[in-house]
């Protein structure tokens, strides 16, 4: 069992930077692949980023790639995303979530999730 807590969400202008933050419970947390989605109102959740188990290997949606950086620090069991260049399509609640093993972009394939953090970007 993992439970995940998101932090860093806020209100920010066009081109401004935002830190978001996870933080799991429990001590197998090196053994979770650990994701970024974000789901904005009315539609889909969609996949952000992934980064591997022990951060070795990452993945990005083609809308984020070049502009967030997805990373891990398995000793303080926390996984943060990096927000630089934001536009006003990435506002959204951004989720945190974990899966066993390999990661993934699917959100099906993942297995806890967070509570979520609210990231608005206004024009």
């Known amino acids: 069992q993992v439970q995940l807590v998101e932090s860093g969400g806020g209100l920010v202008q066009a081109g401004d930077s935002l830190r978001l933050s996870c933080a799991a419970s429990?001590?197998?947390?090196?053994?979770?692949?650990m994701g970024w989605f974000r789901q904005a109102p009315g539609k889909e959740r969609d996949f952000v980023a992934a980064i591997s188990l022990g951060g070795g290997s990452t993945y990005y949606a083609g809308s984020v790639k070049g502009r967030f950086t997805i990373s891990r620090d398995n000793a303080k069991n926390t996984v943060s995303l990096q927000m630089n260049s934001l536009k006003p399509e990435d506002t959204a609640v951004y989720y945190c979530?974990?899966?066993?093993?390999?990661?993934?972009?699917?959100?099906?394939?993942?297995?806890?999730w967070g509570q979520g953090t609210q990231v608005t970007v206004s024009s």
């Open positions: 429990g001590r197998t947390f090196s053994s979770y692949a």
């Open positions: 979530a974990a899966r066993a093993q390999s990661m993934a972009s699917m959100a099906v394939s993942y297995d806890y």
